[in-house]
């Protein structure tokens, strides 16, 4: 058989190189995050950099693992996947060990395995299945709800854990959905209701003193002006039909968003989770509290400068300023030792990756390659721009991992599945008719 | 749909964009990070040097630093453990020891608090041994301040912890440094403090030491305070302490042929370990409270009229301006009588000669001398000046500047003063008659006071009275009166005389030519004071003594006698009179009726 002789030369190389540079990277710094001069032996698995190298190896067992596997079993058994990974999900909620509050983990012996991390690359096959399916289009509303089932069952089971930064990860396949012909309304939509929301949050806590102890709040003061600029619009455009009708459906759908805020923000989100945000937009300086991570992360990444202090010569991670600095917050190690030139240059080899496997979906003949494509780069893309926003102070503090570079074992083989799932569907695109 | 994959592809790329400027912005951009990172990592510790320590002449310990212990915690540390066998061994009370351990867990739980101040050495011993059973609790070695002669509080001073005025004034201080606040401690507070060292360390999130900064490129080493020779005589100083035990007043001795100070006593006055340490404070407050006012360093800060010892001067004066021979005599029927004008004296044989009117301290004699100096010249304003530039020269009137802060220059009124006082011209040599005996508005300080005798004892000049003498005291100079040796002469022969068989004959000691001259001191505010300066051998001058006993009434009565004592104790080192002695210790002014 043809692909049996040729399924190194058909890999995606590219692909594979920068995965391997980014895994080698992130076990660098892993190594500079922990080192002492106690422990130097590289090959010391008490030590964080000793285990990761572990991890590395079985990473690339599991890998060659997938490539041997024939490519029509992720196709078949996408659904069998996405469900045990969901009975996985509950077992975890009842029977998991608990870890700072959240039931995420499984552990046997010395190994622990987070099944939130596997759920992800299962939902992603799930989805690519069903959209790839006969007579599914994405324009029809059943579509958007089963698709929709499928993406928020695991999300809302970790959220059950509770793991709030794992649960918004699934908000990635939006991306998927968009490419698949997702109407570019509901983004537009989703980004004004964001931005009205962030911008009741700034003025909440503003008041407007009247006459008569009369005191209209933030909230109330921006449904009044809006209030005004929609009669305003509805006089200057009242040649135009409906205009009144739209202007007033808009105001009401405008004003439940802005009244609702001060619900969620005290009823659903947690206080810990509130005080982030309000430090992101600035509302509120602790430097000791919400504020230290985020400060204190900033503080080392700006120190590296330029071209970085040098390879294990950082001061702020080293002497542990930096809270997570081997999983959530290796970024700062990066930005600490080798700079703006380091760093940039690592964003950039991530940016050539989402790019790179974007190229290799859409060369696809197949729909669910392509699908099951844009599912890997929507949830690498979004691990990235979160973990990363949030060490530079542009994104709250969420803890994710920081792919391919952060310490675990369950994250890395869990991208590294998700990876070279698409680089084997990929390596066989040609034998799909 | 073939848009879209450019339109999330640049989405992806752009937001890769915006990160790599705002890296741009915080690491290469803006500074604030890199500072922030410093201040992270970088403490200064600083080591303390050791303060000098202090010897008097004969090289006897007066101050040293006694090592203390703080014992520290940092709760964070701490484990479950034996709470009553660790608290009889520092004897804390079970209830200040939660007090204290909660508000230092509220403090800081990683950061050491320090738990109990200045251990004491034994209590430190019995901890030491056990203290590895208790993690979580250290001892900080420091040093305190000991006075092993409790003795000579005025004069060494204390110190204690600078405070923010200090540190705004004077930019070397730091929070937690020392500094004297008084006497030799503040005085030679340069030479005796030493240079604190500063050592720059990197230090982890948890203020754990994790190495030299640059390897120590920067740190500097503490150097050690100098030590300090005094010309005080401890024993001497000790001695003239106990006689002058419940008594107000002042003892200054002086070696004349140096300016040496030999002892420099006030009363009431304090031990000086009891302005040590953690009970400073609160010992402070005390004795500020008192209203025998212990702080006051009476020998350089009272300036009390001289009374009938400054005849010394008045007669060496008219000897100078040739209005006074040895054979002068006045007449003295009981006072000195012009006019309406009378002055009291006591009674005695009349008409006398110079030597005698010292011998028994005649007011009428010294009233005719005064004012035949000031009558001299032409117009009363002018003979003033020249007596007042005579009294000047015996350092009268302004700062000897002695090596000790505080010191008030006492007062010697002026022509203007007068001037203004009487109005210009209408005054003369009578109005201001009481001048001649030492009373009126004269004031001089116990320490002017032991200078004149040191200037009659060296016929005419004195040293700047100095404390210290191992070079760091570059300001002693030789000062002259003008006046001519032989008149000393004359007037050390009648002060002979007053001791063998004068007013002062209770200062007598067999063998030792003691010359002395008596006071009594008008005091309006009840019994008058009692005062005495002496010199001793006569021809050999090697101590001059002024003793000042606050309503001591006669100055034979108290001051002559312990006069004649530290004389005696200075030169002999034996007391040959053990009554008179315990007469003088036991003698209590203060609280009459106590004893």
Redesign the interface.
């Given at each position: 058989m043809r692909n049996r002789h040729n399924i190194f030369q058909l890999l995606d190389w590219t692909t594979i190189l920068l995965y391997l540079l980014l895994v080698f990277i992130g076990w660098l710094n892993i190594y500079a995050a922990v080192y002492n001069e106690e422990h130097q032996s590289i090959l010391d698995i008490t030590q964080r950099y000793g285990k990761q190298l572990m991890w590395i190896g079985a990473a690339c067992v599991l890998a060659i693992g997938i490539l041997l596997i024939d490519f029509r079993f992720y196709s078949s058994f996408g659904y069998a996947l996405y469900i045990t990974m969901i009975f996985l999900l509950i077992a975890v909620a009842l029977f998991g060990t608990e870890v700072k509050g959240a039931r995420s983990w499984f552990t046997f012996g010395g190994m622990a395995i987070q099944p939130s991390e596997f759920a992800k690359f299962a939902t992603g096959l799930a989805l690519a299945k069903y959209l790839s399916s006969m007579n599914v289009k994405v324009k029809d509303l059943r579509t958007k709800l089963i698709s929709g089932v499928i993406i928020i069952l695991p999300a809302l089971l970790i959220l059950l854990q509770p793991d709030t930064g794992s649960t918004l990860v699934y908000a990635a396949f939006i991306?998927v959905l968009?490419?698949?012909?997702l109407s570019g309304k509901y983004f537009t939509v989703a980004m004004s209701v964001a931005v009205l929301f962030v911008f009741t949050l700034l003025v909440r806590n503003l008041e407007w003193n009247l006459p008569f102890d009369f005191t209209l709040s933030g909230g109330w003061i921006l449904v009044f002006i809006l209030a005004i600029a929609a009669v305003i619009i509805t006089i200057v455009f009242r040649k135009i039909k409906y205009v009144w009708q739209v202007v007033l459906v808009l105001f009401v759908l405008s004003s439940g968003v802005i009244m609702s805020v001060d619900y969620v923000f005290d009823n659903i989100l947690k206080p810990h989770q509130t005080k982030r945000i309000d430090v992101l937009l600035g509302l509120e300086e602790d430097l000791k509290g919400a504020g230290y991570n985020v400060?204190?992360s900033?503080?080392?990444?700006?120190?590296?400068?330029?071209f970085g202090k040098g390879y294990l010569q950082g001061?702020?991670t080293?002497?542990?300023?930096v809270p997570e600095q081997s999983t959530d917050f290796i970024f700062c190690t990066i930005?600490e030792e080798w700079?703006?030139m380091g760093?940039?240059i690592l964003?950039?080899l991530?940016?050539a990756l989402?790019?790179r496997l974007?190229m290799l979906?859409?060369r696809q003949r197949s729909s669910f390659s392509r699908i099951y494509g844009?599912g890997v780069?929507s949830i690498l893309?979004f691990h990235f721009?979160v973990n990363?926003?949030m060490t530079?102070?542009?994104a709250p503090v969420i803890g994710i991992p920081l792919p391919f570079i952060s310490y675990g074992g369950s994250s890395l083989w869990s991208f590294t599945i998700l990876l070279f799932i698409f680089i084997k569907l990929d390596s066989d695109r040609l034998n799909i008719l | 749909m073939n848009n879209r994959k450019y339109i999330i592809g640049f989405s992806m790329a752009f937001l890769g964009l915006i990160f790599i400027v705002r890296l741009f912005y915080i690491q290469v951009y803006t500074d604030k990070y890199k500072l922030d990172s410093r201040n992270n990592v970088l403490r200064y510790i600083t080591d303390y040097p050791a303060r000098g320590l202090v010897y008097d002449r004969k090289g006897r310990l007066l101050v040293y630093n006694q090592a203390a212990y703080d014992l520290m915690i940092i709760p964070k540390q701490t484990l479950p453990m034996d709470t009553d066998e660790f608290l009889n061994l520092i004897s804390l009370p079970k209830k200040d020891f939660i007090e204290r351990y909660n508000k230092a867990r509220k403090y800081s739980s990683r950061k050491p608090t320090v738990l109990v101040s200045d251990l004491s050495a034994e209590d430190y011993g019995k901890l030491q041994e056990v203290l590895f059973k208790f993690p979580g609790y250290y001892t900080q070695p420091k040093t305190l301040r000991k006075y092993p002669l409790k003795s000579a509080s005025h004069l060494l001073g204390y110190i204690s912890e600078v405070d923010q005025q200090i540190i705004d004034q004077q930019p070397y201080y730091k929070m937690g440094d020392h500094i004297g606040r008084s006497g030799i401690e503040k005085q030679y507070e340069e030479v005796i403090r030493g240079r604190r060292g500063r050592r720059i360390i990197l230090v982890d999130v948890f203020n754990r030491e994790k190495g030299k900064f640059e390897d120590g490129a920067y740190d500097t080493l503490a150097v050690s305070g100098k030590d300090i020779y005094l010309s005080i005589d401890a024993q001497l100083q000790q001695y003239g302490e106990q006689l002058m035990k419940n008594k107000k007043g002042a003892i200054v001795a002086i070696e004349p042929k140096t300016g040496e100070i030999l002892a420099i006593v006030s009363k009431p006055d304090y031990d000086p370990n009891m302005l040590v340490g953690r009970i400073r404070t609160k010992n402070f407050e005390r004795l500020k409270a008192d209203t025998l006012k212990p702080l006051f360093n009476r020998a350089l800060m009272a300036s009390y009229p001289p009374g009938s010892t400054f005849k010394l001067i008045n007669a060496l004066v008219g000897l100078q301006e040739k209005v006074l021979t040895p054979d002068t005599k006045y007449t003295c029927y009981s006072g000195y009588n012009s006019g309406r004008f009378h002055m009291g004296c006591h009674s005695h044989a009349s008409p006398i000669n110079l030597e005698f009117s010292i011998q028994t301290s005649c007011n009428s004699y010294y009233s005719n001398v005064f004012r035949s100096i000031i009558d001299k010249y032409p117009t009363a304003e002018q003979g003033f000046n020249v007596w007042k530039n005579y009294v000047n020269s015996f350092g009268l009137g302004s700062k000897l500047n002695i090596d000790l802060p505080g010191e008030l220059g006492g007062f010697v009124p002026s022509q203007s003063y007068y001037d203004r006082y009487y109005q210009k011209g209408k005054w003369g040599s009578l109005t201001v008659v009481s001048l001649a005996i030492g009373q009126g508005e004269l004031g001089i300080t116990p320490l002017q006071m032991a200078n004149i005798s040191a200037i009659i004892a060296n016929r005419g000049y004195y040293y700047t009275p100095h404390l210290e003498k191992s070079g760091f005291h570059q300001n002693i100079q030789k000062n002259e009166t003008g006046i001519d040796t032989a008149n000393f002469n004359l007037v050390v022969s009648a002060m002979e005389k007053v001791v063998e068989n004068g007013t002062g004959r209770a200062a007598r000691k067999e063998g030792i030519a003691i010359c002395g001259k008596t006071g009594t001191v008008e005091n309006p505010h009840g019994e008058d004071h009692s005062t005495f300066l002496a010199f001793a051998p006569k021809d050999d001058p090697k101590i001059a003594i002024s003793v000042y006993v606050e309503n001591g009434v006669w100055g034979a009565r108290w001051a002559a006698p312990i006069a004649g004592l530290m004389i005696e104790k200075y030169l002999r080192d034996s007391i040959s009179d053990p009554a008179l002695e315990e007469r003088m210790i036991n003698g209590n002014l203060i609280n009459p009726d106590e004893e």
């Open positions: 991306i968009y490419r698949e012909g400060n204190q900033m503080i080392a990444i700006g120190s590296g400068g330029g001061t702020q080293k002497f542990d300023f930005g700079g703006f760093s940039s964003i950039s991530f940016i989402f790019v974007i979906a859409e844009y780069v893309f721009a990363i926003g530079i102070g542009l | -």
